[in-house]
């Protein structure tokens, strides 16, 4: 009991910075990858902040602790409180923090790297404990969804355990556990595969009614959908790689034209992140075939070389975006038999 969470510590640790004004702007996979703070957009901030985590982490710290270390270092910088922070000079630099989101911040990230040590350590064991088995806490703080799922057994290669495995919503308490051939026999419900439950739903993304198509799972018995809360569509222990180009240019998308397509070049050069990035895209055309009908989706695809804007800058001609975008429409459209 008085041993580390290395695996947990570990992936913490290794995570990246991600930055983003509202917590909508931050994709699911940035969550997995990079441990973000909506509305701090200061590197020296969330440094800060990441390292009372992982030192949190480490030592088994309470989040009474947590907030006994950050609250006076967040009031010291001038981040503790309500509306913007500026720098001396006017620049914006984000939303401040009121102290009851730090608990969130504490708990949403402490369970995302607990959870993704817990599969890492899952799949070591897969030959021996091949079935794995929902968890919910079930007590009058759950999540009716969640409390749905509680008990269901998919096998570790089930790819429902790619957008089931918890965290699913910030301040999640679920978790996964094994079960052996012989534990699954006497197991009341018995193995499910989620090819049984899975659907397309509209989930709302942001504001202003936006929505975009996101898979659920229905219960074939109750009707009742289930669906990760946005922005946590994934499972934090697998696929570091996995959309980090679409992450890039959704970004990229927002920037300036020059600054964007040095960006995208630099990061797509490097052939994993190219491979992994072409190989999500050509899932998503897949799905979009296979449904046969527009749905409002949309997939930033590839962006213009640092070269190319440059020389139709020369031509007195420059880009809203460097980033190059398709959408279900588009797609269906250039694909269909008269073409």
Not at 113 to 121: D, F, K, L, S, V
Not at 146 to 173: E, I, M, Q, S
Not at 217 to 228: A, E, L, N, S, Y
Not at 256 to 272: F, K, Y
């Amino acid at each position: 009991m008085t041993l580390t969470p290395e695996k947990a510590v570990a992936y913490f640790e290794s995570k990246g910075y991600a930055f983003g004004f509202r917590w909508q702007e931050v994709a699911d996979e940035a969550h997995a990858r990079s441990f973000t703070v909506a509305g701090i957009l200061k590197l020296d901030v969330l440094t800060d902040m990441k390292t009372a985590l992982a030192d949190s982490l480490r030592h088994g710290k309470t989040l009474t602790q947590f907030q006994d270390e950050v609250l006076p270092l967040l009031q010291r910088k001038g981040w503790l409180g309500k509306g913007l922070k500026a720098s001396p000079d006017g620049d914006l630099e984000g939303k401040k923090l009121l102290s009851y989101r730090l608990e969130t911040i504490f708990r949403t990230n402490t369970q995302s790297a607990y959870m993704a040590g817990r599969y890492q350590r899952l799949r070591e064991n897969v030959d021996q404990r091949p079935y794995w088995q929902y968890v919910a806490v079930m007590d009058s703080h759950t999540r009716p969804s969640h409390a749905a799922l509680h008990g269901r057994v998919f096998r570790y290669d089930d790819t429902g355990w790619d957008t089931l495995f918890p965290p699913n919503g910030y301040n999640c308490r679920c978790r996964v556990r094994a079960l052996t051939p012989a534990q699954l026999v006497r197991h009341p419900i018995g193995l499910e595969s989620t090819d049984d439950y899975r659907v397309t739903v509209d989930q709302p993304q942001g504001v202003n009614g936006k929505t975009r198509p996101v898979t659920g799972f229905k219960d074939p018995k109750t009707g009742q959908v289930f669906t990760p809360d946005a922005g946590f569509h994934l499972n934090p222990g697998k696929g570091y790689l996995r959309h980090l180009g679409e992450q890039l240019l959704n970004r990229a998308a927002r920037a300036d034209t020059r600054l964007a397509a040095q960006a995208v070049e630099e990061t797509l050069g490097q052939p994993a992140v190219l491979s992994a990035l072409n190989r999500d895209t050509s899932n998503w055309i897949s799905q979009v075939m296979a449904q046969r009908q527009a749905r409002g989706d949309f997939r930033p695809v590839g962006a213009l070389r640092p070269a190319v804007v440059a020389a139709l800058a020369g031509k007195g001609v420059m880009p809203d975006s460097a980033v190059i975008t398709l959408t279900d429409a588009n797609l269906l459209h250039a694909t269909r038999d008269s073409k």
